[in-house]
């Protein structure tokens, strides 16, 4: 072995590269908290899209519901320790909104590194010109193996290059390909997308397991700065000095406690107004994250179209049947005397039987369920579009938002402290219910609505997570303002759960 070269006596970072690095640790770090509250929402994985119980290929909870029909969706929630998760103790809409918004963050800190990288010279660093690299690499991690710290070529040494590569250009993409993957507005509209990762369970697990590489990675990356010398790694990385000296060291060391600290203080800062303060993070967030929401991914229409074939066989369901008396009453005669009311801001209100909805012009959509849990399901609805009951009733020009009002009364949830005395309700926006995929559906699968998934009547917007899709459907209110409505969130799990009030991602 030739002479041990001091690392990276040559590189001298260029500021841009240094903070892009200390960003990525940021949202890197918040992303993984984030990621693993969502994982928390429903705690197993799958390479299939219709998540029958039992079918998962990890699971990461302790809970076996699946022997009995009286669990739901929710039941299987698994609340994980806030060290673990942001925020953790149960807030999958608030971990979303985390996971969102330092997702922007990481990607417009990756876009500014690639920038760097390739309007300098800086990429000859990680981007490997010469197969000779693999070879190189192959040696320089035998002498790992013997616990040789190898000399560095130009720069990094074969194998510390290829892994910066892959980081770079290999594992960041997937992720945030896989992320994409699973945003409904865009598997909706396009439906073959998420198909090149074999479907949203496939792209879920490959994000999962991208998590792992990332993790795997960064213990694998300070354990080779501690190895090649700490505190040169710092002074390079920390304050871009080559060669450094003593108080170079010392200055480097105290920027990275510094910056570790503050790092601490961000996530206990987020976790505990997370916690102390949801309502408030809830819109503070929202805020931050509505723009792109709104520009970006509601407009996307669903065009899913599957085949009969996969449909999905008794897929789980989510939410208990309503148990107050109207509902009772009404089931107990077949819904024969069942009245949807349409009224508020329209032109002609009106008061549909089932009879009278069945005789307006019928749709059918073979689409995928994909519940902001992270499980999905394959289904045929039949109903009417929302679009050509609208063009019915004729909303007047200040009608924003479909208040969609609900038969449930979340009994099940009554003694808990979510406050579940309120009716489950959603608001949607005119522009969403107009799409072509978003209905009143009154069929599955070739039958009437069975209760269990919310018949005689309930919601689907195929562009949209599952959650604003009211099931059993009572009332259709169009409104100007959704401010006092409910909490004013925009629907029931919104005001309860903190969920966003717009659900394309
Ligand atoms: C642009 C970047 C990213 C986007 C757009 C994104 C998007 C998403 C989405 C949509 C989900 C929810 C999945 C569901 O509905 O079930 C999710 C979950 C998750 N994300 Fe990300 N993500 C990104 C980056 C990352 C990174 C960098 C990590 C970790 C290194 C990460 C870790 C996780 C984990 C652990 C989960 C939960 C479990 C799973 O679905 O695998 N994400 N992400
Ligand atoms: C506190 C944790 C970290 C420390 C102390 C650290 C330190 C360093 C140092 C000293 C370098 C200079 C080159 C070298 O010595 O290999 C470096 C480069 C690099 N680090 Fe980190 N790092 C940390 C976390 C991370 C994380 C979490 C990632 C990404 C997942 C990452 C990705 C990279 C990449 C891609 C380079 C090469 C950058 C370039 O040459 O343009 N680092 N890091
Ligand atoms: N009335 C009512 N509608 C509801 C819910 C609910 O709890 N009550 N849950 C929502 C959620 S979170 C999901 S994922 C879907 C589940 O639909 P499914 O049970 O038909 O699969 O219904 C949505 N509509
Ligand atoms: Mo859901």
Same mark, same amino acid.
Not at 11 to 30: E, Q, S, Y
Not at 59 to 75: G, I, L, N, P, V
Not at 320 to 330: D, E, M, S, Y
Not at 486 to 502: E, Q, T
């Given at each position: 072995?030739?002479?041990?070269?001091?690392?990276?006596?040559?590189?001298?970072?260029?500021?841009?590269?240094?903070?892009?690095?200390?960003?990525?640790?940021?949202?890197?770090?918040?992303?993984?908290?984030?990621?693993?509250?969502?994982?928390?929402?429903?705690?197993?994985?799958?390479?299939?899209?219709?998540?029958?119980?039992?079918?998962?290929?990890?699971?990461?909870?302790?809970?076996?519901?699946?022997?009995?029909?009286?669990?739901?969706?929710?039941?299987?929630?698994?609340?994980?320790?806030?060290?673990?998760?942001?925020?953790?103790?149960?807030?999958?809409?608030?971990?979303?909104?985390?996971?969102?918004?330092?997702?922007?963050?990481?990607?417009?800190?990756?876009?500014?590194?690639?920038?760097?990288?390739?309007?300098?010279?800086?990429?000859?660093?990680?981007?490997?010109?010469?197969?000779?690299?693999?070879?190189?690499?192959?040696?320089?991690?035998?002498?790992?193996?013997?616990?040789?710290?190898?000399?560095?070529?130009?720069?990094?040494?074969?194998?510390?290059?290829?892994?910066?590569?892959?980081?770079?250009?290999?594992?960041?993409?997937?992720?945030?390909?896989?992320?994409?993957?699973?945003?409904?507005?865009?598997?909706?509209?396009?439906?073959?997308?998420?198909?090149?990762?074999?479907?949203?369970?496939?792209?879920?697990?490959?994000?999962?397991?991208?998590?792992?590489?990332?993790?795997?990675?960064?213990?694998?990356?300070?354990?080779?700065?501690?190895?090649?010398?700490?505190?040169?790694?710092?002074?390079?990385?920390?304050?871009?000095?080559?060669?450094?000296?003593?108080?170079?060291?010392?200055? @480097? !060391?105290?920027?990275?406690? +510094?910056?570790? #600290?503050? =790092?601490?203080?961000?996530?206990?800062?987020?976790?505990? %107004?997370? *916690?102390?303060?949801?309502?408030?993070?809830?819109?503070?967030?929202?805020?931050?994250?509505?723009?792109?929401?709104?520009?970006?991914?509601?407009?996307?229409?669903?065009?899913?179209?599957?085949?009969?074939?996969?449909?999905?066989?008794?897929?789980?369901?989510?939410?208990?049947?309503?148990?107050?008396?109207?509902?009772?009453?009404?089931?107990?005669?077949?819904?024969?005397?069942?009245?949807?009311?349409?009224?508020?801001?329209?032109?002609?209100?009106?008061?549909?039987?089932?009879?009278?909805?069945?005789?307006?012009?019928?749709?059918?959509?073979?689409?995928?369920?994909?519940?902001?849990?992270?499980?999905?399901?394959? @289904? !045929?609805?039949?109903?009417? +579009?929302?679009? #050509?009951? =609208?063009?019915?009733?004729?909303?007047?020009?200040?009608? %924003?938002? *479909?208040?969609?009002?609900?038969?449930?009364?979340?009994?099940?949830?009554?003694?808990?402290?979510?406050?579940?005395?309120?009716?489950?309700?959603?608001?949607?926006?005119?522009?969403?219910?107009?799409?072509?995929?978003?209905?009143?559906?009154?069929?599955?699968?070739?039958?009437?609505?069975?209760?269990?998934?919310?018949?005689?009547?309930?919601?689907?917007?195929?562009?949209?997570?599952?959650?604003?899709?009211?099931?059993?459907?009572?009332?259709?209110?169009?409104?100007?303002?959704?401010?006092?409505?409910?909490?004013?969130?925009?629907?029931?799990?919104?005001?309860?759960?903190?969920?966003?009030?717009?659900?394309?991602?």
């Amino acid at each position: 072995m030739t002479a041990v070269t001091p690392i990276l006596a040559d590189i001298a970072f260029p500021l841009g590269i240094r903070l892009t690095h200390a960003f990525n640790i940021v949202f890197l770090t918040l992303l993984v908290r984030s990621g693993i509250e969502i994982l928390g929402g429903h705690p197993m994985l799958y390479f299939n899209e219709d998540c029958r119980p039992g079918s998962e290929w990890i699971r990461f909870s302790s809970k076996r519901m699946h022997r009995d029909r009286r669990w739901t969706a929710e039941d299987e929630k698994q609340d994980y320790n806030s060290l673990l998760a942001l925020p953790g103790h149960d807030h999958l809409g608030l971990g979303r909104f985390w996971h969102f918004v330092a997702a922007i963050g990481w990607l417009a800190t990756g876009v500014l590194y690639l920038l760097i990288l390739f309007t300098t010279d800086q990429w000859t660093r990680v981007v490997p010109t010469d197969w000779a690299v693999f070879v190189d690499a192959w040696r320089t991690g035998l002498e790992y193996l013997a616990l040789d710290v190898p000399a560095s070529g130009t720069t990094y040494n074969a194998l510390q290059q290829l892994t910066y590569f892959l980081i770079v250009f290999i594992v960041s993409p997937v992720q945030i390909l896989t992320g994409l993957a699973m945003a409904p507005a865009i598997e909706g509209r396009f439906p073959w997308y998420s198909k090149v990762f074999g479907g949203r369970q496939a792209a879920r697990s490959i994000h999962f397991i991208a998590m792992i590489v990332f993790i795997a990675f960064t213990v694998h990356h300070v354990a080779l700065v501690i190895a090649h010398g700490l505190l040169d790694g710092l002074a390079a990385m920390v304050l871009g000095v080559a060669a450094p000296d003593g108080a170079d060291h010392a200055l @480097a !060391a105290a920027v990275t406690l +510094a910056f570790l #600290a503050g =790092l601490v203080w961000l996530h206990s800062w987020a976790t505990r %107004r997370s *916690l102390q303060r949801p309502r408030d993070t809830q819109r503070m967030l929202q805020h931050l994250l509505d723009p792109v929401e709104q520009h970006v991914l509601m407009p996307l229409q669903s065009r899913q179209d599957w085949d009969r074939g996969d449909i999905s066989v008794d897929p789980r369901p989510n939410g208990r049947p309503p148990r107050n008396p109207a509902f009772v009453a009404l089931a107990d005669n077949d819904f024969a005397e069942f009245r949807l009311e349409v009224s508020g801001l329209v032109e002609a209100p009106m008061s549909l039987s089932l009879d009278d909805l069945a005789a307006l012009p019928a749709d059918e959509h073979v689409v995928q369920h994909k519940c902001i849990q992270g499980w999905s399901y394959v @289904a !045929a609805w039949e109903g009417v +579009a929302l679009s #050509a009951l =609208l063009d019915r009733v004729k909303p007047l020009p200040n009608a %924003r938002f *479909l208040v969609v009002r609900t038969f449930d009364d979340k009994w099940e949830v009554t003694d808990d402290q979510q406050g579940g005395d309120d009716v489950f309700y959603a608001a949607v926006d005119l522009d969403l219910a107009r799409h072509p995929q978003s209905m009143l559906a009154w069929g599955m699968n070739d039958r009437a609505l069975p209760i269990a998934y919310g018949g005689p009547l309930r919601l689907r917007l195929e562009s949209q997570l599952g959650y604003n899709m009211a099931k059993w459907v009572r009332s259709i209110e169009l409104v100007a303002s959704i401010d006092d409505i409910g909490d004013g969130s925009g629907g029931w799990r919104p005001d309860k759960l903190y969920y966003s009030h717009l659900a394309p991602i």
